[in-house]
């Protein structure tokens, strides 16, 4: 049974013989019955364990059940897991979660409670120390133990045999004897807390303001509390929130730090324990199963104070969140598009409004969606224009390259390469960026025109030297690099062709042969741990050319980099994606604001074909407002978010035709009001992935509700899809 500590939103417990409703962890649109059994003690929220088909799954008691069930078909709760119930605002924000994005309750609750190992308590320590008097029969192993034990200290059963040098036998005959004792020591995550008071920082003028603004009180009828902190890169942003997380600590309540990349982890949790002096709780994939349950349990029983995590931490049980920060909060990597599909920034947002909590957007290049809905004063919009100490934002020009191509068979051109050399001259460090791992992202056979294509994906197979191979960035099919060409056979005619990050690299390498150059992408990195110390290197100026994809684009401090060398702007370009300027512009001003954040001055060359680009124009002048309005106008007029409401519905499965007539048909049977437009079907842009054909059919209409209410309706009349077919749900779409 629960604890009585736990917190309890219903008085109300579930007694013996009630029926009570379970979400449980399955595509279904509904909450099971459940009969409470003889002696067990349910009340809204318990997390407990349910028969569903032949197993036994993780549910979530969510209220009374309404449903009339037969009473001979209703199975009973078989088991009370021992964890603190889910309260009542994530219990109403996983069903907000669940409608808006149309997903099954259930499989957004899952988010929540996870796996079972989650639920357990780790093991108590056993533990020993002296409680009697010493044994009659001395032993030299036994006098030993003795001898190095201090009394009243408490020692591991093994760390005090290896202290004493003896076997733990030795201890057991010890304890037998009366002379230890045995005492179990329960681990308690978050022992230390985050002091608000640690080492507080000097803050500038600007960031003071900032400070002030951020944690004035917010509006007062408990609506909507969200801040976007738009700070030029080096602006201290992360001093700033660090101040709004002290002030939410004072008051005795939760904060979270949501991060776009788990890359960026380990930088801000060294950097909130010397603000704060103590670590906070961290989560994301890249941690191990044991810390994953501390910082759960720990956060649902209020021990754990702040956490620093991926977007999956928006759906862990905090007792009492009070701030809910987003940084780098234009990132795509905040939407998931797996299972359930939802933008961790725009539902951290719901998540605040249940928990009356504030939300602070921080970048240094805003969605377009949140700057529009700062400027219509639905955000507090809270600016800091300057970089700290007073250091000028790096200088940018476009390397034309019509006018001074790189040579043959090179990439660089001669006004960058110069630019190394003199950097390099001056002992300062360089970052040539290219977002694009591997080798080359084709590879093509000279004689017949063969080119290497994934068979799962319709993708080019991307070449890697490092460790020749071929491998598909989307599905992580790989291959070893063929001799041949399978398709003619010859054997001296497979050429690699445009640049990857590795290919840069090796251009470096044999124009400055004597330069430390170091290649920064995620599948080069050997682990979080390894790249930690990488990126260490490089801050510590052990690196003089560092080589990378977006990977070093974002959140790093490289106090010795002074020149940033974008090798190819125009990758981000055209491609027909109506959000490409806007990524484009963000990250861009993103990779060259690495550049001169220390006591010296930053240059950021950009390599283009296109340098008159109003987009680039804008990125060149440091004129953020002027980019933002044109997108702003130009999406307007194109009738595309965020003025109207795109819904992504696709249809998925092995069997190509079977997938054409569903998508099809669910067309033909689509009844759109007046102000609602459905799309397509097409070909999804990524036509097959993981082996599964797809199809597109694009939604269009009003924000607000009406679009998923009528997507809602559509789906539920169509034809159940049959074989391994799927239907994926998707509302504000990364790409449309
Ligand atoms: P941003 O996130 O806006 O790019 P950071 O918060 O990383 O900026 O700050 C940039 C650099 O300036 C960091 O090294 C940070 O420690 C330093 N810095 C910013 N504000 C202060 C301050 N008030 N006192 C001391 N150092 C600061
Ligand atoms: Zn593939």
Redesign the pocket.
């Known amino acids: 049974a629960s604890s009585p500590s736990h917190s309890i939103d219903s008085p109300l417990a579930h007694t013996a013989g009630s029926n009570v409703a379970v979400v449980v962890p399955a595509p279904m649109p509904t909450a099971l019955t459940y009969r409470v059994g003889e002696g067990q003690t349910i009340v809204d929220g318990s997390i407990v364990k349910v028969p569903l088909g032949r197993r036994l799954v993780l549910g979530t008691v969510w209220g009374a059940s309404q449903d009339e069930v037969n009473p001979s078909r209703l199975k009973p709760i078989e088991q009370i897991v021992d964890a603190p119930p889910i309260r009542a605002p994530l219990r109403a924000f996983v069903d907000w979660v669940a409608d808006w994005t149309l997903a099954a309750p259930g499989m957004v609750a899952r988010m929540v409670t996870r796996g079972d190992d989650l639920m357990q308590r780790d093991p108590p320590v056993t533990a020993v120390r002296k409680a009697g008097a010493p044994p009659e029969r001395i032993t030299p192993a036994r006098a030993r133990v003795l001898d190095v034990m201090v009394d009243g200290d408490v020692y591991t059963k093994s760390g005090l045999a290896d202290l004493a040098g003896v076997s733990t036998a030795v201890i057991d005959g010890l304890v037998k004897a009366g002379t230890l004792e045995k005492i179990t020591i329960q681990r308690e995550p978050g022992r230390i807390e985050p002091d608000p008071d640690f080492d507080p920082?000097?803050?500038?003028e600007g960031?003071a303001d900032a400070v002030h603004e951020l944690i004035a009180e917010g509006p007062k009828d408990g609506s909507l509390d969200v801040a976007l902190l738009e700070?030029?890169?080096?602006?201290?942003?992360?001093?700033?929130y660090f101040e709004a997380i002290a002030n939410t600590l004072r008051e005795g309540r939760q904060a979270l730090i949501l991060l776009p990349e788990i890359a960026l982890t380990a930088a801000l949790l060294d950097?909130f324990a010397e603000r704060f002096g103590a670590m906070p709780g961290e989560w994301h994939s890249g941690i191990t199963p044991k810390t994953r349950r501390q910082v759960w349990r720990g956060v649902a029983e209020g021990k754990v104070k702040v956490v620093i995590g991926a977007r999956s931490a928006l759906y862990l049980p905090f007792e009492d969140l009070g701030l809910i920060i987003i940084?780098e909060e234009h990132e795509a990597a905040y939407k998931q598009e797996e299972w359930v599909s939802y933008n961790a920034r725009d539902m951290a947002i719901v998540r605040a409004r249940f928990e009356k909590a504030q939300v602070i957007l921080?970048s240094?290049t805003p969605s377009v969606e949140s700057r529009i809905n700062a400027k219509a004063g639905r955000y507090r919009h809270i600016p800091?224009p300057a970089?700290?100490?007073a250091r000028p934002l790096p200088s940018l020009s476009a390397i034309d390259l019509r006018r001074t191509p790189p040579e043959r068979g090179t990439w660089l051109a001669p006004p960058l390469v110069e630019a190394v050399r003199d950097t390099l001259e001056r002992g300062e460090q360089s970052l040539l960026f290219l977002n694009r791992r591997g080798y080359a992202p084709l590879t093509l056979c000279r004689t017949c025109g063969h080119r290497f294509e994934c068979v799962m994906c319709s993708a080019w197979l991307v070449q890697h030297r490092f460790t020749q191979t071929l491998n598909c960035h989307h599905c992580g099919h790989i291959e070893p690099m063929p001799k041949a060409c399978p398709e003619c056979g010859n054997t001296d005619s497979l050429v690699p062709s445009g640049p990857g990050v590795e290919r840069i690299a090796e251009e470096v390498a044999t124009r400055f042969p004597d330069a430390r150059t170091l290649v920064l992408s995620s599948d080069m990195m050997g682990g979080p741990k390894r790249l930690k110390a990488e990126l260490e290197a490089v801050a510590a100026g052990e690196v003089d050319i560092v080589v990378g994809t977006q990977l070093v684009a974002k959140?790093h401090?490289f106090p010795g980099l002074t020149l940033v060398g974008v090798v190819d702007a125009d990758v981000g370009f055209g491609q027909g994606d109506p959000r490409a300027s806007e990524r484009t512009f963000q990250l861009l001003t993103q990779v060259t604001?690495r550049a001169g954040?220390a006591d010296k001055p930053g240059i950021g060359l950009i390599q283009t074909h296109m340098p008159d680009h109003p987009v680039l124009q804008a990125l060149l002048a440091h004129d953020t407002e002027r980019f933002y309005t044109l997108e702003e106008e130009a999406r307007r007029r194109a009738y595309l978010p965020p003025f109207v409401r795109f819904v992504a519905v696709i249809v998925s499965g092995t069997d190509v035709a079977g997938v054409k007539a569903h998508a099809n048909h669910l067309k033909a049977i689509a009844r759109p009001p007046e102000t609602i437009d459905v799309l397509g079907p097409v070909e999804a842009p990524l036509a097959m992935l993981r082996g599964r054909h797809r199809q597109r059919l694009l939604v269009r209409g009003p924000r607000g509700r009406e679009t998923q209410s009528f997507v809602k309706s559509w789906l539920a009349r169509a034809d159940k899809a049959r074989g391994d077919m799927r239907i994926d749900v998707d509302v504000d779409p990364q790409s449309f």
Not at 201 to 204: A, E, F, K, P, Q
Not at 231 to 240: A, I, M, Q
């Open positions: 920082r000097t803050l500038t960031q700070g030029v890169t080096g602006s201290g942003k992360t001093e700033v950097r940084d921080a240094a800091l970089r700290y100490g959140g401090n604001g954040r």
